[in-house]
């Protein structure tokens, strides 16, 4: 655990044991028994605990949708989620994407229209592509513009991101 | 962060109970805004009762109005068949606040409760927040003002209240219900904000352990339109410089109900009674617009870095008001 106890405490008083839980998730389909400090959010129970380190870690504060994952099939940001919270329910990573060593359709088009350039935002920005399409959000350009604007790309792939977006919804 | 306790609640009554016995136990629910306090060490509890699992959730409808679980998340409201035909300006609020992402962890009652945006009050090495730290002063007054209020501050505070859904909440006279260690009770929306006075650190009318349960909002009368429009520094992703949420019914283009309310610029969501009062009986259009808009922002106290924010907020109630009167005619 790679927390610090940093708050100010009276000379001569041991660190308080952190307090742990334990937890199984559902990851991919595959259920994990964890015994975790009940800090660890999501995302450091996916990336230090079980080794899927497709999610990233950004901004760590719920603000670039990097560390994008399904809950239940629906997209969060794992950084503001506290894994304890997700015992039970479907999480759902971008490592589940690619079946049998073909790429999922909106990774292959990311690939085509050269969708990213540092990489880093592209694992959050595929994940939350794929769940705007399945909200049935991805109908236009502006709705795409809108609709994705938690994922922040700063090398500015947008355009590239928007046109892999349109060519697996039929409209690219 | 400092180390906490996690326990999941088995009902609301022993939820209620233990939070109202401990003041360093909090409820926890979608966590947005709790955990990212908790990361930057402006909240420090002890223990977290998760919420979650509590029978909360769900909508439903009535004839004159919809009850809203407290754990229903934004995305849900804000796809939520009725709300969008019946509600329209609700939903926008909805859809123009936080990214989906945080649409979906994010619960209605969590969004009323949620913790002023000031960067001051976000930065516990910052010494000067009244709210984080009660008496010790403002640092946003003597700091960078643009994300500020205008309305609704004191000498002590000026912290915004960044919700984009409460506000046509607040003019629709939303009413929270809450369950407490003594019972439930039903807080009208208007009356649940504190203004931050000399007190900025108490911000709502909840005693320590107060659970929200419900959100019942009044639907607009037939024939009535609405409409919310939020300005920012982005178009999309951001808190709003100024916002504003009006509900228009007319006859024969004379107002017969008018429901006002602004974002962006209040320590509260910020209802203008008197823009409505100028509404009321007038004949819609650019006259009694103009004189609501300057009706709402009587009171503005603005400092250098928010003193464009008086004529954006009147100038964004106008528009809004333009809009809902176009949707009628």
Known sequence: ?172 | MHPFEYARATDADQAVAVVSADPHTSFLAGGTTQLDLMKDGVLHPERLIDITRLPLGGITHTASAIRVGALTTMEELATDPVVGERLPFVRQALLLGASTQLRNMATIGGNLLQRARCRYFRDPTVASCNKRNPGSGCAAITGIQRMHAILGTSDHCIALHASDVAVPLTALDAIVHVLGAEGSRSIPLTQFYLPPGDTPHIENVLRHGELITAIEIPLLPDGARSHYLKVRDRVSYEFALASAGVALATEDGLIQEARVALGGVGTIPWRAWNAEDVLRGARAGADSFRTAAEAALEGARPLPGTAFKVELAKRTLVRTLETVAGALS
């Open chain 1, 1 to 172: 655990m790679k927390h610090v106890e940093t708050e100010a405490r009276p000379a001569g008083q041991a660190p308080p044991e952190a307090p742990h839980v334990d937890v199984t998730l559902n990851v991919n389909g595959t259920l994990h028994r964890l015994r975790l400090d009940a800090r660890v959010t999501l995302l450091d129970a996916l990336r230090d605990h079980l080794g899927l380190t497709g999610a990233k870690k950004g901004c760590d504060q719920g603000a670039c949708g990097a560390c994008t994952v399904m809950v239940d099939g629906r997209r969060v940001v794992s950084c503001l989620a506290l894994a304890a919270q997700y015992e039970g329910r479907e999480i759902t990573t971008v490592e589940s994407l690619s079946v049998d060593g073909e790429l999922h359709p909106m990774q292959a088009a990311f690939a085509r229209h050269d969708a990213f350039q540092c990489g880093y935002c592209t694992p959050g920005q595929i994940m939350s592509a794929v769940c705007l399409i399945a909200e049935g959000r991805a109908n236009s350009e502006e709705d795409i513009r809108e609709f994705m604007s938690g994922n922040i790309c700063r090398c500015g792939a947008y355009p590239n991101i928007r046109a892999a977006i349109r060519e697996v919804t039929g409209e690219g």
